[in-house]
């Protein structure tokens, strides 16, 4: 089946710092990637949707300048966390879709929990 | 507004017992998702279910989905300990394209 990897899958970083976070998918070419945030014993909470090539589309209540996506490949989408504070402390988790399949399945990755020390 | 509901919230229960988990939605959706999450971990995905009255199952595990009445069921058969996860439902409404909408989760502790 189809492989999305996630890239650190912990980072724990200073107050003010910025984190970069790496979704792949391995062996199928993503058109649209998806960003979630999840806190402890919650739901995931749709961040933005990534398109190759153009910008990303943000959810409601989600900062862009401080949530950063590229998606500059069909096999990488990468976020951003800039200026990072204790309360974006989470877990995010990316999922990509390939276009073309009947179920457009959403293919998620492992996560990565930051610590926002 | 759109909402997805998942009942229960928390779910103890006994190996050998059955149970079902309902999932609940307001919107028109042709597709509804069904997916496992281990502390710690990402989501594995159990069922996709396309069209109303599909019914899927695997090993312990059958989900069934009724599209008129914007409800799915989660059917635990004998339950066994392994299967103690959170379970979260997610629809994907037509209006939202591919995006996804999650439950709240259920937590599923199978004792022994």
């Known amino acids: 089946g189809a492989v999305v990897s996630q890239h650190p899958s912990r980072v724990i970083c200073k107050s003010g710092t910025s984190v970069k976070i790496e979704c792949r998918s391995l062996?199928?070419?993503?058109?649209?990637m998806f960003w979630y945030r999840q806190f402890p014993k919650q739901s995931l909470m749709l961040m933005a949707t990534s398109n190759e090539g153009s910008k990303a589309t943000y959810e409601q209540g989600v900062e862009k300048d401080k949530f950063l996506i590229n998606h500059a490949s069909l096999t990488l989408s990468t976020l951003t966390v800039t200026s990072a504070h204790p309360e974006d402390s989470s877990f995010y988790i990316c999922s990509a879709t390939s276009s073309g399949t009947i179920t457009d399945t959403q293919y998620f990755g492992p996560g990565t929990r930051l610590t926002v020390l | 507004e759109l909402k997805v509901e998942q009942n229960p919230l928390f779910l103890s229960m006994q190996e050998g017992k059955n149970y079902t988990i309902y999932c609940n939605y307001s919107t028109t959706s042709d597709r509804l998702y069904w997916y496992r999450q281990d502390p710690g971990k990402s989501l594995e995905s159990l069922f996709v279910?396309?069209?109303?009255?599909a019914v899927k199952q695997e090993g312990r595990l059958m989900a069934s989905l009724d599209t008129k009445a914007r409800l799915s069921t989660l059917h635990i058969t004998a339950a066994v300990h392994d299967l103690s996860a959170t379970y979260f439902c997610a629809v994907a409404p037509m209006e939202y394209g591919n995006k996804l909408v999650f439950g709240a989760g259920t937590i599923l502790r199978v004792k022994s």
């Open positions: 062996d199928f070419q993503a058109t649209t």
């Open positions: 279910l396309l069209s109303n009255g």
